[in-house]
């Protein structure tokens, strides 16, 4: 037996084959609906209000997935999860794609949108199980930066060139036909869904054929109640360890002020000038996020890890949110002053996005060394990663309500300045559970 798993080992494809594909199929659906989303709706005439609530509560699955994750172990492969959910997504932008011609496009789209929502993050699940099940550790840490790296392409690829991609169409249907520019961004996000709709089928059917069948993969056989049963036990642990009430107010406050941003922002970049906007284009905005924002996210990442890895964690922790929240004041400085200079604003957006890479990677690493260590580790750190995407969704949500109350973009980013306060002050006091080597 134990030679078959061996020879079986040896004959499998390698992990080129299907890791770099199956982390740039996770990586799409959730930077889609979390940003390409928001400008396509803008496009659309949907209010800002419409657009942050709804865009952010799609994204309650990626919180709630730790809860229906054990189940997956009980019905067929994880295979099956992965190229299930990549055709179930596919086929859903497939039908946001028609759904943008209805008189109720919105209610429809955002309901299918939803749909994709429950399909990514059950696609997480399945993808990071075959990760881990089909390679071992060594395997695990030489391919993990083909993941990272991958999982950001995607990003890059949608916000970047894809969001490019339809004001070049709008503008260039708008010449060639004549049509308003409604009618021409109709057209043109009616494309970029279908290319969504494409790539996620195309990567479902290559990997039925090229994704691990299992072999290494030991299923659990056990029941539905014995499935329910063990899920408590995890989340009893999980609430009974020591300091994890603060530890929950500090995953949450540390992105706090971020989840007002994330929606607000390309709205902002979108905006009219005379409504307080910068007045982008979407052509100008995809490139701004595809190469300044891209690239400034992934050195701050790498830098991050060595700061960590220099100063140990403990040390660099406050810096650390430092770097991810001062750098919201850019924003503050854009509004006020409105400037007109692409390598301004880009600069500006670059910074922001170092700073979030930078300060990122010390929250990461604070889960995984004081939150999740123990019986249930990977559990654990699943429930912290959704806590974290709650502390993100609930603000970003409520981002349209309060930009409206506050009554524009400029006292909108100042009260994000006052909103990252609590992360200063929780930071500078949390506490260590585990002590560091």
């Not at 005439?45 to 657009?51: A, H, L, Q």
């Not at 060594?138 to 391919?143: G, K, L, P, S």
């Not at 990272?148 to 339809?166: C, E, I, R, W």
């Not at 996005?353 to 930078?358: E, I, R, V, W």
């Amino acid at each position: 037996m134990e030679e078959n798993k061996t020879v079986a080992h040896a004959a499998r494809r390698s992990p080129g084959w299907w890791v770099p594909t199956a982390y740039f199929a996770m990586g799409m659906p959730f930077v889609i609906l979390n940003m390409v989303a928001v400008l396509m709706y803008k496009d659309l005439g949907v209010d800002e209000k419409t657009i942050t609530f709804w865009t952010g509560l799609i994204l309650l699955p990626w919180t709630l997935k730790p809860l229906w994750s054990p189940f997956l172990e009980i019905y067929r492969t994880k295979k099956f999860w992965v190229v299930a959910t990549q055709m179930l997504s596919g086929v859903c932008f497939g039908l946001v794609a028609l759904a943008l011609h209805l008189p109720s496009f919105f209610a429809v789209s955002i309901a299918l949108l939803a749909v994709i929502g429950f399909s990514g993050a059950t696609h997480d699940i399945a993808c990071d199980g075959v990760y881990m099940s089909e390679l071992d550790k060594q395997e695990q840490a030489v391919w993990i930066g083909w993941q990272g790296a991958f999982y950001n392409l995607a990003k890059l690829v949608a916000t970047g060139g894809l969001v490019a991609l339809a004001g070049y169409l709008s503008t260039s249907y708008m010449e060639s036909h004549g049509v308003e520019k409604a009618a021409a961004d109709e057209f043109s996000w009616t494309t970029i869904m279908g290319i969504f709709a494409a790539l996620l089928i195309a990567l479902s059917i290559w990997h039925f054929f090229i994704l691990p069948a299992g072999v290494k993969e030991e299923r659990t056989k056990g029941s539905v109640r014995e499935t329910l049963t063990e899920l408590w036990a995890v989340l009893r642990d999980f609430f009974s360890k020591k300091y994890i009430l603060y530890y929950i107010c500090f995953i949450i406050l540390y992105r706090f002020a971020e989840g007002f941003v994330v929606k607000m922002v390309p709205l902002f970049l979108k905006a009219d000038v005379a409504a307080g906007g910068l007045g982008l284009s979407n052509e100008m905005i995809g490139t701004l996020y595809g190469t300044a924002g891209s690239l400034a996210f992934l050195v701050g990442s790498i830098l991050g890890g060595y700061f960590i890895a220099h100063f140990k964690l403990q040390r660099a922790l406050f810096p650390l949110c430092c770097i991810f929240n001062i750098p919201f004041v850019i924003y503050t400085l854009l509004a006020i002053y409105q400037p007109t200079s692409l390598l301004l604003i880009g600069g500006g957006i670059a910074l922001e996005y170092f700073g979030y890479g930078f300060g990122f990677v010390g929250l990461t690493l604070f889960m995984m060394q004081q939150v999740a260590p123990g019986k249930h580790q990977m559990a654990h750190y699943a429930f912290a990663s959704g806590i974290m995407n709650l502390g993100v969704m609930l603000p970003g949500m409520l981002s349209g309500w309060a930009w409206e109350l506050l009554g524009g973009y400029e006292p909108f980013f100042i009260f994000v300045l006052f909103a990252t306060i609590p992360a200063f002050l929780i930071t500078w006091f949390v506490p260590f559970t585990y002590k560091e080597n």
